[in-house]
């Protein structure tokens, strides 16, 4: 088992670009999750599924959207990007609430 | 709306001496996790506590939860090196499929 993978691992933006970052998952995980982490700041929740074909926001959801069409897959798309959203962006799924969390193994993004 | 504090923030100990972290939160949680990231990697599961007097242990580590207090203590017995890391402590509101996470504890542990 792979466990929870990011695509890609380390990307460059230009302010305005656009770009999706891709999870995916082996475990057939019911609830997957996407996190940023800046300096000092811990994890924040951008959005959430709980399901395919669901999605809902977290704390920190503004200038991201989220796609769940497969099971395993869990697409983070950055529409027009903004130095704002230069951070360390983790991905995560479990199989019920209570059960730890499984992160991926994080995608820097650099925006200019 | 759920906020995790964590203190310290920075903890530099020498080997072989004992330690705590602590977390509170602010409102009703039904859980409260650890985690561990070491530099550029991902976090790891260090401990799951579901319920009130709850303590896990794994070498050198245990995490106790107390739900009346709101809060939940990593504690190091005997640091070695090898425990230099980051922990984080994260707490799901009740019925809630969200995790709030602290702002992690930066340990170093020194000869």
């Known amino acids: 088992n792979a466990g929870v993978t990011q695509t890609p691992k380390f990307r460059v933006l230009k302010t305005g670009q656009s770009m999706t970052l891709l999870c995916a998952q082996d475990m057939n995980h019911e609830y997957m999750y996407w996190y940023r982490q800046d300096p000092g700041m811990g994890l924040r929740l951008i959005h959430y599924s709980v399901g395919e074909g669901t999605t809902a926001k977290g704390e920190v959801p503004d200038g991201y959207n989220v796609s769940r069409l497969k099971k395993q897959n869990f697409l983070l798309g950055l529409e027009s990007a903004a130095p704002s959203q230069t951070s360390v962006y983790f991905c995560?799924?479990?199989?019920?609430?209570?059960?730890?969390?499984?992160f991926g193994p994080g995608t820097r993004l650099l925006v200019l | 709306e759920l906020k995790v504090e964590q203190n310290p923030l920075f903890l530099s100990m020498q080997e072989g001496k004992n330690y705590t972290i602590y977390c509170n939160y602010s409102?009703?949680?039904?859980?409260l996790y650890w985690y561990r990231q070491d530099p550029g990697k991902s976090l790891e599961s260090l401990f799951v506590l579901l319920s009130n007097g709850a303590v896990k242990q794994e070498g050198r580590l245990m995490a106790s939860l107390d739900t009346k207090a709101r809060l939940s203590t990593l504690h190091i017995t005997a640091a070695v090196h090898d425990l230099s890391a980051t922990y984080f402590c994260a707490a799901g509101g009740a019925g809630s499929y969200q995790l709030t996470f602290g702002k992690g504890t930066k340990l170093s542990v020194i000869p």
């Open positions: 995560a799924s479990n199989d019920r609430v209570q059960e730890t969390q499984y």
């Open positions: 409102t009703t949680s039904d859980r």
